[in-house]
């Protein structure tokens, strides 16, 4: 995604053009409106700043998706008031070192952790509903997912890295 947008340029105007066409089919998606994620559908600015806290990543307007889809995803798992714990504690600590300690005393770390875990992953684990005691992922977005942002040496299988016959010439050193 942010191999997408070079230094000191613009978005193209495919990105611009894809993203638009997203939102407006995010819109009429059945389920959108009536899911109770606190914002009609999207999710609150304070989860993506206290995310962009917790992965260590800038994460602005771009990932607004993967945001949205992601907090209706975690809500969903019935920790609602953990999310909001650990969003309160992310903004209101002082540094890293003070937010892992308040996660760590308050219990809210493995929340914190899933958070995480979800946005390098693009996925959410739950419970299996069939095996009581075990979990399933959920992949909510692969492509979208920060560990393509944290590993830019790499792309998710299937996503052109450039030009056509780009992988003609070896890399640059």
Known sequence: ?????????????????????GMAAVALLPG?????????GTCPSDFVAASARLTGIELNGTYAQLAAQLWAELINLGRRDELDR????????????DLEHRLTESGLMP??????????TG???????????MTETKVVNYNEALVWT????????ATCGGPFGYWHDGPTA
Request: net charge neutral; aromatic share 4%.
């Open 32 to 40: 959108c409106a009536s899911r109770d994620t606190g914002c009609a």
């Open 1 to 21: 995604m942010s191999d997408d947008i070079q230094a000191g340029q613009g978005p193209s105007r495919r990105l611009v053009l894809g993203g638009l066409t």
């Open 150 to 157: 944290a590993c830019s040496f790499t792309k998710p299988p």
């Open 111 to 120: 929340t914190a952790q899933d958070i995480i875990r979800a946005w390098y």
């Open 123 to 133: 996925a959410v684990t739950i419970a299996d509903p069939g095996r009581p005691g």
């Open 86 to 97: 650990v969003i309160r504690l992310a903004s209101t600590a002082h540094s890293d070192d």
